[in-house]
């Protein structure tokens, strides 16, 4: 007999969400905006650090970031709840619609990103997964027979890895069809397909809106967010641990999201400008299939999983690091590539043999 019996028994078949690091000089692999802060934004940041108190506790809920964001959201700032990144929001809506006697389950459209099974599973929530269509969109009438009971469903749009942007008049439809799950509109992606957010502060109770800074140049802060009704964010409040995002995290993305919105918003700009000579670049490579690209990243098929390490290598080498996905299911013969600056692009031409 050892303690290690008392370890929740939903863990043991998971693993570790890890990613080790890396010093190549082009790291197109994590979605992250590629694009740097330009050197007198960094200084303004320096210095909103050097103010702050750090033998003080921060703010117990962000009020002052909620507050940025209510005012970009159009929203009342107590809809908002903040995590430390997006993924303890995830784990925060698991627990709270969770544990209730006849609990629902998870419905999620397959591939997608990975923390929302990993979540559910922690908890011994179950997991219905609707695969996607050969077109890596939504199957509406897999999603309406999975549906019913369901507690939660998570849809990222645009969405990880495929980058496939899915129906909003289906979502709408499906939000109406099943009040009584909560669907999840991860919208961490949106802000490189400029008009696609489904976010509605009129919307009905069921549907939460989903973001976070990691993908929009702040990777580093660890801050996402969610904009639930008013009574599910009560309840992911209560899970939410005091103090969870530190103070310097909130004052830089103030700062980021209010006096420097527009350096943001150039930097996405560029990123998305940037996407095009990628897919230009990635449709050259021999048997490559390329997928529609609506977020920062872009999702190509090779014929074998041997073609698709084969070609992860070989950039690997070469100084690119970009993410091997064949062994997702469905993904057969994957790789996706996150946009990357000019240089790192240039890198990549040139380990392609191309220019
Ligand atoms: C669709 C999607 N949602 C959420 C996240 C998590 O983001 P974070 O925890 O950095 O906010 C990711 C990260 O890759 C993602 O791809």
């Keep these: ?16 969400y890890d990613v080790p690091p ?18 007198e934004v960094r200084e303004a940041f320096a210095e909103i650090v050097r103010e702050l108190e750090l033998n ?22 107590e809809r908002i709840v903040l995590g430390n990144g997006s993924d303890e929001i995830i784990s925060g809506l698991m627990t709270a619609l969770s544990g209730a006697p006849g609990a629902g389950y998870l419905v999620i459209p397959t ?10 599973q922690v908890f011994g929530v179950d997991v219905r997964e609707v695969p996607l269509n050969d077109a890596l969109q939504l199957d509406a009438a897999g999603m309406r027979a999975a ?4 507690a939660v469903c998570f849809l ?33 992606y949106a802000a490189y397909e400029p008009g696609c957010s489904l976010w509605d502060p009129t919307g009905p109770s069921n549907q939460v809106h989903m973001g976070t800074l990691s993908k929009i140049g702040l990777a580093a802060l660890r801050v996402g967010y969610c904009i ?39 930097l996405l700009a560029t990123t998305i400008a940037n996407r095009g000579r990628l897919v230009e670049l990635l449709r050259r490579v021999p048997d490559a299939e390329l997928f529609p690209a609506h977020g920062n990243l872009v999702l190509l098929r090779l014929p074998s999983d041997a073609r698709a390490h084969g070609l ?28 990357g600056t000019v240089e790192d692009h240039d890198r990549l031409a040139h380990a392609l043999g191309l220019r």
């Excluded at 082009?26 to 050197?39: G, K």
């Excluded at 591939?111 to 559910?120: D, K, L, R």
């Excluded at 549906?147 to 369901?150: Q, R």
Aim: aromatic share 6%.
């Design 1 to 16: 007999m050892s303690w290690q019996r008392h370890l929740r028994p939903t863990l043991a078949p998971l693993e570790v």
């Design 22 to 39: 890396s010093s190549a000089p082009s790291r197109m692999h994590a979605n992250e905006c590629p694009e740097p802060w330009p050197l």
């Design 56 to 77: 003080r506790y921060p703010d117990t809920s962000g009020r002052s970031l909620r507050r940025a964001l209510a005012a970009r959201h159009d929203c009342d700032p």
């Design 111 to 120: 591939p997608t990103f990975v923390m929302y099974a990993h979540s559910a």
């Design 147 to 150: 549906l019913p009971g369901a």
């Design 156 to 188: 990222a749009r645009p969405n990880n890895p495929t980058s496939s942007l899915w129906d909003a008049e289906l979502i709408h439809g499906l939000v109406r069809e099943f009040p009584e799950t909560v669907f999840v509109i991860d919208e961490a």
């Design 228 to 266: 639930a009704a008013p009574e599910l964010a009560l309840a992911l409040n209560k899970v939410r641990h005091p103090y969870n995002v530190s103070q310097t995290s909130i004052a830089v993305a103030e700062a980021a999201l209010t006096r420097f919105a527009d350096v943001q918003a150039s």
């Design 312 to 339: 992860v290598t070989q950039l690997e080498e070469a100084g690119v690091r970009v993410k091997d996905v064949s062994r997702v299911p469905g993904l057969s013969g994957c790789v996706r590539v996150s946009v």
